[in-house]
């Protein structure tokens, strides 16, 4: 994959060039219909994904938490932590993602990996 192409999703695009060449030699492509489940809450997680091209919904037991599009991803937490994935996702609309399994980010460089994990940090709310 083209590193350019990952500098523009906002998890990559931070990356010293030289890691983000390693990330994009290990990442894969991969294209979703409309309403392809593409992530089951509860599954074993492997696998990071962000999105180039579309729009998916998060769905945690029956309630829709959030809508993702180009330069959203998830799948990190299960990743990075390996646990179990914590919410579905469900394709809105046809998409192009960006795929990284936790074996490929390890032997990406451990850049990436503190990214990704500064990043669901971020995501967290603060402990009150």
């Given at each position: 994959m083209d590193a350019e192409r990952l500098r523009a999703i906002p998890v990559f695009a931070s990356l010293p060039e030289?890691?983000?060449?390693?990330?994009?030699?290990?990442a894969s492509e991969s294209s979703v219909a409309a309403g392809t489940r593409i992530v089951n809450e509860g599954d074993y997680a492997h696998e990071l994904m962000a999105i180039e091209e579309g729009t998916a919904d998060v769905i945690r037991g029956e309630e829709r938490i959030a809508?993702?599009?180009p330069g959203d991803f998830f799948g990190e937490i299960g990743v990075v932590e390996k646990s179990l994935r914590t919410a579905s996702v469900v394709a809105t609309s046809p998409m192009r993602l960006v795929v990284l399994t936790r074996w490929e980010l390890k032997r990406a460089g451990s850049d990436?990996?503190?990214r990704i994990r500064a990043t669901i940090q971020e995501r967290r709310p603060a402990a009150g």
């Open positions: 030289e890691t983000l060449k390693e990330v994009a030699v290990f809508t993702l599009g990436a990996l503190e």
